[in-house]
Nanobody, 115 residues
Framework: QVHLVESGGGLVQVGGSLTLSCKAD????????MAWHRQAPGKQRELVGV????????DYVDSVKGRFTISRDDEKKTIYLQMNNLKPEDTGIYYC????????WGQGTQVTVSS
């Protein structure tokens, strides 16, 4: 079992920035991959971006390309989601996911973008 803890959510104005963190309780290099998802009110959870290894460029959903960046710090067992130029439609609960043979989820962190 892998435990993931997200942090960094909050309230931000349109055009602002936030950085989310997801800390695992194991070495993330042992995982096959990690990802960020989000769920807006009344909508299904959607994939935001995926990071699979330090040498492969992360992949993102089209709606966040050029604005969001996923990075990793293996020593800190943490991945990050840098979110810039935030829009109201970015509002939602952001979840961290990790997988090896199984899939693991964090508890989520709320991001609210006000106009």
């Amino acid at each position: 079992q892998v435990h993931l803890v997200e942090s960094g959510g909050g309230l931000v104005q349109v055009g602002g920035s936030l950085t989310l963190s997801c800390k695992a309780d194991i070495m993330i290099s042992n995982l096959h991959g990690m990802a960020w998802h989000r769920q807006a009110p009344g909508k299904q959870r959607e994939l935001v971006g995926v990071i699979t290894s330090p040498t492969i460029t992360p992949d993102y959903v089209d709606s966040v390309k050029g604005r969001f960046t996923i990075s990793r710090d293996d020593e800190k067992k943490t991945i990050y989601l840098q979110m810039n130029n935030l829009k109201p439609e970015d509002t939602g609960i952001y979840y961290c996911q990790a997988w090896d043979r199984l899939h693991y989820w964090g508890q989520g962190t709320q991001v609210t973008v006000s106009s």
